[in-house]
């Protein structure tokens, strides 16, 4: 039904407050304004049924306002003003539509109008319907609303709501047929529902029956007064309880309310001990109040919807984790079986059938012995046990197979409910490691191979060139010197070449005795001076007195630090041929650890990019060399239960090696490669 149009009556001495309003119903209805009470109230009494908005600004507004509610007991007037003024708290407690601050927000201030002409109306239309019976839907009603007089049938039918809303699951549909059965029963102008999700935390529209369409917008958080209100408050709230709160702000918070929803009732719904949302009922189409029976009827009500509605969410949780857990083992990639305290099979996903070969039909509800012997007598095991079994790998369960088992108790508050196999596939990751290793050992020989051939070739050439010139220069004495001498110097770098690979592939056992490292480094050094490439090279020793001695392989560990100086002195430039080696005691209070020895150089220092395979077997940056070196330097310090570290400073490169005062004797020589 098409309304008519509301031209408010505004009555101000404010004509910027009359501009602002004046505004705010632009585009919705136009405004007759005053400036008094005098200018206004031929008009009032000409129209009889009006809408005024009064600015209380007044020189005494209570009293003007008495006398308009006095003279013109139909009107709607709702009151502008400063909330912490006298005027406005009387104001308030008069039978005002509403008191609303002197200049509130569009938004709030269209809210609210629309909320009164809807109440205007409303009032009007109920007025006439009552008065004329002019239709057969209006004596319908008044026939409902005689029948509603009579003893046992004035109220909602309760046993007909509880029985339509018993096998009801689904939330929505029982918010819907709680509001059809209250409306049908007690013939109401417009009904509602606001309430949250079991995890949200704001309260917003969800189902309505002739509702203003602004409810469909609002929004509550959890923690907006009305809801504080609500949760301490349970009992069902009307206009006519509103009047007995001693409390003001408590009274104008569920007034406003009311109003924001054109609401006559509100009734708070709880579920799993908490406040869920509210019921919102307006007036009767019969414009009669409600009765003290009806408030009765609609708590038993509510009530019986709160306990329904906390089942329906329950069962609707116990859907959703279901249907998760369902989802989730049978798209995971491991395989699940599971048995019950009766040793059935409870469950068999997806990618158990695959990995295993069998069909969960014909395995689910027998007992687990029907798996085999193999995983039953693992998920028995546990059970019966009371314990979880750690990662088991098998590989002839399912031929071509390697699969990873692993069992887990199922258990709630301590009482045991099954068992739980979780079968992993780890065949294609041990096709990987295999893979990974033939590519190692292919990569080994390959640089086994690269830098046998340019260590070899460089004295096959140099013997080769001799032996092409001999014929030619035989008779020269100082040529077959040079031929004899170059010779026998490449022979022995082949010898040395092949010795030393032959080290490294068949290391010598150690001979482990009583080692002082002050003897192992002069050693060391001596053997450095023999060679003439390196005369240059100084030497500065800052040995700590009275190091202890220790167990080790005495021509090892010369070895190893023969190997350390080399590479100093390869590295040394010729501005700084200096190398500092120092050695201390690691430990306090008589408690020795260990020896820390560090060897620093000033040369060009190490690529730091090439620092994670400096150890590894045949790498070099050299011209020459087969880069086993640094590779037989560590494993010797690993035989001695030892570490080295090079660190690369913008002045050279230091090598730090630690010894332990006590070694462990015969540290096989495997572990090297491991480490």
């Known amino acids: 039904m098409n309304r008519p149009a509301i031209e408010p009556f505004l009555l101000s001495r404010d004509p910027d407050w009359l501009q602002m309003l004046r505004g705010y119903l632009a585009g919705i209805t136009t405004t007759r304004e005053y400036q008094s009470l005098e200018e206004i109230e031929y008009h009032l009494r000409a129209s009889e049924h009006f809408i005024l908005l009064l600015d209380l600004r007044f020189k005494q507004p209570v009293d003007l306002l008495q006398h308009l509610l006095e003279q013109f007991p139909e009107s709607q007037i709702i009151c502008f003003g400063d909330e912490n003024a006298k005027p406005f708290q009387q104001a308030k407690n008069l039978p005002v539509y509403a008191a609303e601050t002197l200049f509130p927000t569009k938004n709030k201030f269209h809210q609210l109008y629309v909320q009164v002409v809807d109440y205007y109306h409303t009032k009007r239309e109920l007025k006439a319907a009552e008065s004329s019976a002019q239709t057969n839907q209006i004596r319908k009603d008044l026939i409902l609303e005689q029948q509603a007089s009579i003893p046992n049938k004035n109220s909602l039918n309760i046993q007909h709501f509880t029985h339509t809303s018993r096998h009801v699951s689904d939330i929505n549909q029982l918010y819907s047929r709680l509001l059809e059965g209250i409306e049908s029963s007690m013939r109401i102008s417009r009904a509602g529902i606001i309430a949250k999700e079991r995890e949200e935390e704001t309260y917003t529209f969800k189902a309505g029956l002739r509702h203003l369409k602004e409810t469909e917008q609002l929004s509550f958080p959890k923690k907006h007064p009305f809801i504080q209100f609500l949760s301490i408050n349970t009992h069902v709230i009307s206009r006519s309880y509103i009047e007995q709160i001693p409390n003001p702000a408590d009274k104008q918070l569920l007034k406003e309310q009311l109003n924001l929803m054109g609401a006559e009732i509100i009734l708070p719904l709880f579920a799993t001990g908490e406040i869920i949302g509210w019921l919102y009922m307006g007036h009767r189409v019969s414009g009669k109040p409600y009765t003290e029976e009806d408030l009765d009827d609609l708590g038993i009500v509510a009530e019986h919807f709160c306990t329904t509605l906390e089942n329906a969410i329950l069962y609707e949780e ?338 730090t090696i630690f010894l332990p005062a006590k070694t462990t004797e015969g540290k096989k020589h495997e572990e090297y490669i491991n480490s």
């Open 318 to 655: 116990s859907i959703v984790q279901r249907t998760l857990a369902t989802t989730l083992l049978s798209s995971i990639p491991s395989g699940i079986i599971a048995i019950d305290q009766e040793k059935h099979i409870l469950w068999f996903n997806q990618s158990a059938e695959s990995l295993l070969g069998q069909d969960a039909k014909n395995l689910v509800g027998k007992h687990c012995k029907e798996l085999g012997g193999h995983l039953s007598s693992i998920l028995l095991e546990s059970m019966e046990s009371g314990e979880e079994l750690s990662e088991l790998r098998v590989m002839d369960l399912v031929p071509g197979k390697c699969l990873d088992l692993q069992s887990s108790l199922l258990t709630n508050d301590d009482q045991q409910l099954g068992a739980m196999l979780s079968i992993i596939d780890k065949t294609r990751e041990m096709e990987i490691v295999d893979e990974e290793k033939r590519m190692e050992r292919a990569k080994f020989w390959t640089e086994l191979a690269a830098a046998m051939s340019h260590e070899i070739r460089n004295p096959l050439v140099t013997i080769k060139t001799f032996a092409q010139l001999l014929p030619e220069r035989f008779d020269e004495d100082d040529f077959r010197l040079d031929f004899s001498e170059q010779v026998n110097s490449e022979a022995d770098r082949l010898n040395a070449i092949i010795d030393q690979i032959n080290d490294f592939a068949n290391p010598p056992d150690t001979q482990f005795t009583t080692v002082n490292i002050s003897s192992v480094i002069d050693d060391a050094i001596a053997r450095i001076k023999e060679n003439r490439m390196w005369k240059d090279i100084k030497f500065i020793k800052n040995i700590e007195d009275d190091l202890p001695v220790f167990r080790g392989d005495e021509n090892a560990l010369i070895n190893c630090i023969y190997c350390l100086f080399e590479n100093s002195a390869e590295a040394a430039t010729e501005t700084n041929k200096e190398i500092i080696i120092s050695a201390n005691r690691l430990g306090t209070n008589g408690n020795t650890r260990g020896i820390l020895l560090a060897i620093k150089d000033f040369g060009h220092g190490l690529n730091i990019t090439d620092s994670t395979q400096l150890f590894s077997p045949f790498y070099t940056t050299k011209a020459r060399g087969l880069g086993l070196g640094l590779p037989i330097a560590k494993r010797t310090l690993l035989d001695h239960d030892g570490t080295i570290q090079l660190d690369a400073r913008d002045d050279g490169t230091v090598a």
